[in-house]
């Protein structure tokens, strides 16, 4: 879970080879949802059923 653009968090993890070590990345979205870091932590906790 990043604070960062969803899009820039899996190109962090894929730049330094390690994006296959987690299974679920999340971050913002480029459409405005989730901006907030407590919506990226709802969304986690809800798509894993937490």
Known sequence: MRNNWNI????????????????????????????KKNEVIIHVLEENKI
Request: cysteine-free; proline content about 0%.
């Open 8 to 35: 820039f968090a899996e190109k962090i993890l894929e730049h330094f080879d390690i994006s296959d070590d987690f299974d679920f990345i999340v971050g913002r979205d480029l459409d405005g949802t989730r901006f």
